[in-house]
């Protein structure tokens, strides 16, 4: 028997749930619902449910989904109405449920239509609009690489390099999320699929950055080119969208380093 591929799970899952009253649509989201999905991509679902179905749908969730294919893997987020779920073949699946009242911000660009009882689609905006980034946006970002960063002189004097791996991590991932802001795009896709966040250049920019290991020389190394990456291109984006840049952080933080682990080059 061939293996269940994304298409055949998506149309079983659509044939249990036909006839479910509850769901009064049942909608593709994701790099599906977007019309960019891979063979590495996961089956993002998003269900519109009549008032007071969402616990009694969101309950029974894996037992629909045992009916087509073993579940392996399950679980419901804490603070969102969000399962996840993953098949003995690790095929991937997630399902938001929400009341069929709550469309705001659901465009027809990102979602396609499986089920659908009320006309709830055509009734969606055509597109997803590009919203300018807001500086507090930016803000966050830019603080806590600062903050991160800052953490090394205590990491050095306490001589733990494998715990600074991760702050460098960290760091890594925050320059990450500036390049993904500065292209400035309304539909940011999906999070295990950079190539499509950013363009060539910004991922070259990632790619040729050192690594850190779990020793001094390396994780200095890495930090100074991470800072070196990041601050010009966080400062000239803050100038382009108007938030004030934390002067008073960044030099303590400067400060601090070249005081506390002077060999390091600290000159961004």
């Not at 890594?172 to 190539?195: A, C, P, V």
């Not at 010009?232 to 030099?251: L, N, Y």
């Given at each position: 028997?061939?293996?269940?591929?994304q298409q055949d799970y998506?149309?079983?899952?659509?044939?249990?749930?036909?006839?479910?009253?509850?769901?009064?649509?049942?909608?593709?989201?994701?790099?599906?619902?977007?019309?960019?999905?891979?063979?590495?991509?996961?089956?993002?679902?998003?269900?519109?449910?009549?008032?007071?179905?969402?616990?009694?749908?969101?309950?029974?969730?894996?037992?629909?989904?045992?009916?087509?294919a073993p579940i392996v893997y399950?679980?419901?987020?804490?603070?969102?109405?969000?399962?996840?779920?993953?098949?003995?073949?690790?095929?991937?699946?997630?399902?938001?449920?929400?009341?069929?009242?709550?469309?705001?911000?659901?465009?027809?660009?990102?979602?396609?239509?499986?089920?659908?009882?009320?006309?709830?689609?055509?009734?969606?905006?055509?597109?997803?609009?590009?919203?300018?980034?807001?500086?507090?946006?930016?803000?966050?970002?830019?603080?806590?690489?600062?903050?991160?960063?800052?953490?090394?002189?205590?990491?050095?004097?306490?001589?733990?390099?494998?715990?600074?791996?991760?702050?460098?991590?960290?760091?890594?991932?925050?320059?990450?999320?500036?390049?993904?802001?500065?292209?400035?795009?309304?539909?940011?896709?999906?999070?295990?699929?950079?190539?499509?966040?950013?363009?060539?250049?910004?991922?070259?920019?990632?790619?040729?950055?050192?690594?850190?290991?779990?020793?001094?020389?390396?994780?200095?190394?890495?930090?100074?080119?991470?800072?070196?990456?990041?601050?010009?291109?966080?400062?000239?984006?803050?100038?382009?969208?108007?938030?004030?840049?934390?002067?008073?952080?960044?030099?303590?933080?400067?400060?601090?380093?070249?005081?506390?682990?002077?060999?390091?080059?600290?000159?961004?």
């Amino acid at each position: 028997m061939p293996a269940l591929d994304q298409q055949d799970y998506i149309a079983q899952i659509t044939a249990r749930l036909a006839d479910d009253q509850r769901i009064r649509a049942l909608l593709l989201s994701g790099s599906f619902g977007r019309g960019t999905a891979d063979a590495y991509s996961d089956v993002d679902l998003l269900a519109l449910v009549a008032p007071d179905s969402q616990e009694a749908v969101m309950s029974g969730w894996r037992e629909t989904l045992e009916t087509i294919a073993p579940i392996v893997y399950f679980n419901r987020l804490p603070f969102a109405p969000v399962l996840n779920a993953i098949t003995g073949a690790w095929l991937r699946c997630d399902l938001q449920v929400q009341p069929a009242t709550e469309t705001r911000g659901l465009t027809q660009d990102r979602y396609k239509v499986l089920i659908d009882r009320d006309g709830i689609y055509p009734a969606l905006p055509a597109t997803t609009p590009i919203m300018p980034t807001e500086p507090r946006q930016l803000a966050g970002i830019v603080s806590e690489f600062i903050r991160i960063l800052g953490l090394l002189h205590v990491a050095d004097g306490r001589r733990e390099y494998e715990l600074a791996t991760t702050g460098t991590g960290m760091m890594r991932g925050l320059l990450t999320n500036l390049l993904i802001l500065e292209m400035e795009r309304g539909d940011q896709g999906g999070m295990l699929h950079l190539s499509r966040k950013i363009d060539a250049a910004r991922m070259q920019l990632l790619l040729d950055l050192p690594v850190a290991a779990p020793d001094r020389a390396t994780i200095l190394v890495a930090n100074a080119a991470l800072a070196k990456a990041f601050f010009p291109r966080a400062k000239a984006f803050a100038q382009r969208i108007g938030m004030p840049w934390p002067e008073d952080f960044e030099a303590a933080t400067r400060a601090k380093l070249t005081a506390d682990v002077p060999d390091g080059d600290w000159n961004w």
